[in-house]
């Protein structure tokens, strides 16, 4: 038929249905229009099909209004009216699920891959197909069908039942709406939907047809278990009944525990929406779930972990849900009602407490999860939350990363929501407690002391307890400490029962800061996971430990700003956030709204950084520079918190000054304006206080950061002005000041490279300040020998930090090949000119070299030596042909171990500078640094290797037969040096070359390296097992573990074989080349294994008879002693006793 005849056919039709009684659809002619229409919706046009849905609707709605009006007449009364309305009601609803079903298929259809493109001409079937949206209709046709459902079948239906075909056409036409993921995004529809299953569940007595249908729909689509929770929350609002909900959840519970394992297996989907489906219903009717617990409870020993997870939440919210009594249960429930729910919770709490050592990490971590649930509704008891506590801190260790991450937000959680107060100080808390029970002590009944611990402990559980309960019904925190303890009772008596409450909540708050604080050192490990979620969550965990004041969390929030440097971006900007939130804002009231936190005073800020750098590492320094880099960069750090910082400098405390110009250092390293518009007031404030040396030496930090702002225009009289006044304070503060040893040394670091920073004539004033060091020198009395090792120590430490820094302010650096060849060509103009004798510093040289090789002056001080071989060093590093010059002393004085392990472990680090800077000098001496990994001191093992580390892996040293040294650190008796070894190893493993393997490149001259190491007893047997076996992971590839066994056996002769172990392992590798090999090979074989077998036993023949002939002649041998003192006492017989 034509297009243009099924659109007059249709308008023919919707015309009769419009225009006459909704029952005419019942007519022959009319039916068999619309039936034939509704079979074929799909090749109707587009505009047609509208009309027709349009018509249909429209009909039903009027339909079922009509027969709900309809069924309150009197009986007998238009029966035959209500039997035409019921039939037409069928005919309707059958039409209608026709055209959902066809909808829906021609839905799917468009939503499959697309076939070929239409011709250019064909585009009226196109056009006429938008014209048709089934998504706009859908929801028109869902609620015409649930009016349809809604009307009281019973009564129009009299005196039979409903029929059972129209009741299960309408709970399918619901079902194929639920399997719908498109459907179930719109409300209407999803109401629609629920009321077509709901209807006819629980109105028409199809409620065993429905569950089964609905339980088996859950392996549909990841929609289906919010959809079949919403079909179940609408009839318990709507009908107000759970009968589906319960009935659905028995029908799931009815499969054997085995069978969802299986099922798991084969389609994990289906079982995973199950356990959804349970979680998801117990959080909108945790009653309804909460009647069907004891069905659920079996299949928590189930092995389908989605199942268990399912459970577990529901098992959370039933117990918040529906156990947690409030105030109107408490009043309104019966006692045993009370009681029956308090023990069923005891019951839950206790399974979900074990629940966390499930066998599946998924359910663990939803364990944790769930315990988070309750703790932020407040549901945990007071009486559980110390042990749900310490199950977490467990949890913090366990080896899925998702179980830790669950237990960092579940303990998170429980520091937020915890009842005990705003911050949790350790030291508070335990003194409040001691006061407390003293009070309770001086009211509390006398007892005797051997019933006075027990009935104790006895009256602070049941507090303890009451306490509890209270939280229960409230739904509230615990009493904050206040003077309602105090307060009398009708006696004019002490209310001995609120104290002992309050005893008991305050040891309980005591017992779970500490199970916080006792997380600390474990969360801290977590910043070093290779897990990003470990190290964020870890993060995020630390600064609100640190909010509530926790014990530990000051340390390790330190720890966590080096993690700026993290490879990972997502790492790095965590750092920055936390150090943002710590140092920057406070956590804002619960109830004040808005952001989480507030920015701080710019005092506090300044206040609390300086905290930080006062108690920081070198290593947390570094990163806090680069935290505050970020925060200027980013508007956090302002204007206002840097004139804070001024203000600490110039008023505080010398350690408080000392870390504020520290701060200011690190400013300038990023915003140098800043400090550069200040700078006589950072010279006035930096070296107004010369006895405080780290004042003085961050203030020289900060002058050398802003360095390049005062050399922009040397002309400027302003410019000139500050240079001059910065040279006159460095050097007064070197010369002048009245600082400590260690205080000096730690300034002039800074200090001279500040000079060589700022002056144009640096050498110039280097020359002034070796002059001024040497005449203090001279100066000092002969006969206090500590007075002038320290002053020569001194001249020895500036001598050799002016060759270093001279040198780097002449050759700086180089950015090209260009600039880098330039560079090589002045390097030996500007090294002959350092050391000259016409420099300050080449005419101090010669005094140092003579020092460092006197070892009678060099035993003056340990002070001397020090500074004294570290300017030999750095003055090595200078000039090559005087490094050439001096390398047997310095490694003689390596080798000398009555140097102290101090000096040698920097000695070495020395040396591996001078690897990198002259290479070839110190190629012949390469054995010599070898060595060191034998050293006694176990400092100056790890110091050589890491030297050794970072020379070979970045190739400037060659990988030599000495690295069999190396192995044997892989059997150290320091962990920390054994954990390096490994470390230098797979590293190593990394570094190939067109496809070799360094460690199998060297692994024989290793292996006959550390066999002679055995034979001379440095090595154990066990030992040199454990450390083949390491290296030989590194062998992955086939032709390497063919070619090392070829190269391996070639090592082996016959007189291995009489050595039990090695014979034993070639008979293994012959019984199993025999398994698996052919008649041919396998006779070969045999009798290769004869042979080895027979040269065995020659092998052992012989040595046997060798060593019985060595024992032979050592009986004559004894026998011709005793004969020739027989012949020189004479031949008289005496003998000696």
């Known amino acids: 038929m034509e297009p243009e005849q099924v659109a007059h056919l249709v308008e023919a039709l919707v015309f009769a249905l419009m225009e006459n009684e909704t029952t005419a659809i019942l007519e022959d002619d009319m039916f068999g229009r619309a039936v034939a229409l509704a079979q074929d919706f799909a090749l109707c046009p587009a505009g047609a099909r509208g009309r027709y849905v349009d018509a249909l609707t429209a009909n039903l709605h009027t339909l079922a209004a009509s027969c709900g009006r309809n069924t309150e007449v009197v009986p007998g009364a238009g029966e035959a009216q209500l039997a035409a309305q019921y039939n037409a009601l069928k005919v309707y609803c059958f039409l209608l699920t026709l055209v959902l079903d066809a909808g829906e298929r021609q839905l799917s259809s468009q939503a499959a891959p697309a076939g070929p493109a239409h011709k250019k001409g064909s585009k009226s079937s196109k056009n006429r197909q938008a014209e048709f ?28 039942n409903p029929d059972p075909q129209l009741v299960n056409l309408l709970m399918r036409a619901g079902v194929r709406l639920l399997e719908t993921a498109a459907a179930m995004k719109d409300g209407e529809t999803r109401e629609a939907a629920a009321a077509l299953v709901a209807y006819p569940a629980l109105k028409f007595r199809y409620l065993e047809q429905t569950t089964s249908t609905l339980a088996a729909l859950l392996s549909g689509g990841d929609h289906v278990p919010g959809a079949l929770v919403g079909v179940c929350d609408w009839s318990f609002k709507t009908l107000e009944d759970n009968t589906l909900a319960q009935c659905i959840l028995a029908e799931l519970t009815e499969v054997d525990p085995r069978d969802y394992k299986n099922q798991q297996a084969q389609d994990s989907a289906a079982v995973r929406h199950v356990g959804e489906f349970i979680a998801e219903l117990a959080e909108r009717q945790p009653r309804a779930v909460a009647s069907q617990m004891a069905l659920l409870m079996p299949h928590l020993g189930g092995e389908a972990h989605s199942i268990r997870s399912g459970i577990v939440s529901a098992m959370g919210s039933v117990i918040h849900g529906a156990l947690t009594s409030t105030v109107e249960d408490a009043s309104s429930a019966s006692s045993s009602l009370v009681q029956a729910k308090l023990q069923s919770k005891q019951h839950l709490l206790a399974t979900l407490m074990e629940r966390v050592r499930d066998s599946s990490a998924f359910t663990r971590a939803r364990v944790m999860q ?33 179980v830790r991450k669950a237990a960092l937000g579940t303990l998170m959680t429980m520091l937020l929501m915890n009842p005990f107060g705003k ?134 929030a330190r720890k966590v700003l080096p993690l700026i440097f993290h490879r990972e971006l997502p790492v790095a900007e965590a750092v920055a956030e936390a150090a943002q939130r710590m140092y920057f804002a406070q956590p804002r009231a619960p109830n004040a709204g808005g952001a989480e936190t507030e920015i701080l005073p710019h005092q506090q800020t300044a206040m609390n950084l300086v905290n930080v750098v006062s108690a920081a590492n070198v290593g947390e320094l570094s990163a806090l520079e680069t935290v505050i880099s970020k925060l200027l960069a980013s508007g956090e750090l302002r204007e ?39 700078f006589d007031i950072l010279l006035k404030i ?62 002039a670091e800074t200090a001279i490279k500040a000079i060589f920073d700022t002056q144009p004539k640096p050498d110039v004033v280097a020359q002034t300040l070796l002059e001024g060091v040497a005449r203090l020198t001279v100066q000092s009395p002969e006969h206090d020998v500590g007075t002038s090792s320290a002053d020569l120590s001194k001249l020895f430490y500036v001598v050799g930090q002016a060759a270093n820094e001279d040198i780097a302010a002449q050759l700086g650096t180089s950015s090209s090949a260009k600039e880098d060849a330039e560079v090589d060509a002045m390097n030996q103009v500007v090294e002959s000119q350092l050391l000259s004798t016409a420099s300050v510093v080449g005419r101090f040289a010669p005094l140092v070299v003579q020092v460092c090789a006197d070892t009678a002056v060099l035993a003056r001080s340990k002070l001397l030596r020090s500074s004294a071989l570290l300017a030999l060093t750095k003055l090595m590093a200078v000039d090559g042909r005087f490094c050439e010059r001096n390398l047997p002393l310095v490694f003689t004085l390596l080798q000398n171990h009555c140097v102290e392990p101090s000096i040698r472990q920097n000695l070495v680090i020395a040396v591996g500078d001078l690897a990198y800077r002259f290479p070839n000098a110190l190629e012949p001496w390469t054995e010599h640094i070898y060595k060191q990994l034998t050293d006694a001191d176990p400092a100056v093992r790890k110091n050589t290797l890491m030297v050794l580390t970072h020379l070979i892996l970045n190739d400037m040293m060659k990988v030599k037969g000495h690295v069999a040294r190396v192995a044997v650190l892989l059997e150290d008796s320091e962990p920390n040096i054994q954990a390096r070894a490994q470390l230098f190893f797979t590293e190593l493993s990394h570094k190939s070359f067109r496809g070799s393997n360094p460690i199998y490149n060297m692994l024989p001259d290793v292996l006959s390296s550390l066999s002679k190491e055995q034979a001379s007893g440095n090595l154990g047997a066990e030992g040199y097992k454990r450390i083949m076996a390491f290296l030989l992971t590194f062998i992955s590839k086939d032709k390497h573990t063919e070619g090392l066994v070829d190269k391996l056996c070639q090592r082996y002769y016959q007189d291995a074989l009489v050595d039990e172990e090695v014979a034993a392992a070639f008979q293994a590798i012959m019984q199993k080349a025999k398994k698996q090999a052919k008649d041919a090979v396998r006779q070969s074989l045999e009798e290769l294994e004869q042979k080895m077998v ?44």
């Open 370 to 402: 769930t315990w988070a649930l309750l703790a932020d509704r407040q549901a945990v008891p007071i009486s559980h939350w110390n042990a749900v506590a310490e199950l977490v801190v467990g949890r913090l260790e366990d080896k899925s990363s998702l």
């Open 1094 to 1137: 027979t040269h065995a036993e020659e092998r052992a023949q012989q040595e046997a008879a060798a060593a019985a002939a060595a024992e032979h002649m050592a009986r004559l041998t004894v026998d011709q002693t005793n004969e020739q003192e027989y012949v020189k006492r004479g031949g008289c017989g005496l003998t000696t006793s």
């Open 640 to 678: 206002s918190i840097v004139l804070a910082l001024w203000d600490v400098a110039e008023r505080g405390s010398d350690k408080a000054a000392g870390s504020a110009m520290a701060l200011l250092a690190m400013v300038a390293a990023a915003k140098p304006e800043m400090v550069a518009e200040k």
């Open 686 to 747: 930096g070296f107004d206080r010369l006895g405080n040396a780290l004042l003085m030496r961050h203030a020289c930090t900060a002058i050398s950061n802003v360095a390049h702002l005062l050399k922009r225009s040397d002309e400027a009289d302003g410019d000139l002005d500050a240079i001059a006044s910065a040279r006159d304070c460095l050097l007064r503060a070197l010369l002048a000041s009245d600082l400590s040893l260690s205080g000096w040394f730690s300034l």
């Open 133 to 160: 949206v089934w998504e706009l209709w859908r929801p028109r046709v869902a609620r015409s069908l649930a009016a349809a459902a809604a009307v009281d079948l019973w009564a129009l239906s009299k005196p039979s």
């Open 423 to 556: 911050t949790l100080p350790l030291s508070s808390l335990e003194s409040s407690l001691a006061d407390f029970k003293a009070q309770l002590e001086r009211v509390s009944p006398q007892r005797s002391d051997e019933t006075a611990d027990p009935v104790w402990g006895e009256s602070s559980q049941r507090a303890l307890d009451s306490v509890g309960d209270v939280d229960d019904a409230a739904g509230g925190p615990l009493p904050e400490q206040s003077e309602e303890a105090n307060q009398k009772d009708d006696h004019g008596g002490v209310n001995v029962e609120q104290l002992r409450a309050l005893v008991a909540s305050l040891d309980t708050a005591v017992q779970f800061v500490r199970l916080v604080s006792s997380s600390m050192p474990v969360v801290t490990q977590l910043l070093a996971s290779p897990s990003n979620t470990d190290v964020i969550e870890a993060i995020t965990f630390i600064v609100m430990a640190k909010s509530f004041d926790v014990d530990g969390a000051a340390s390790a």
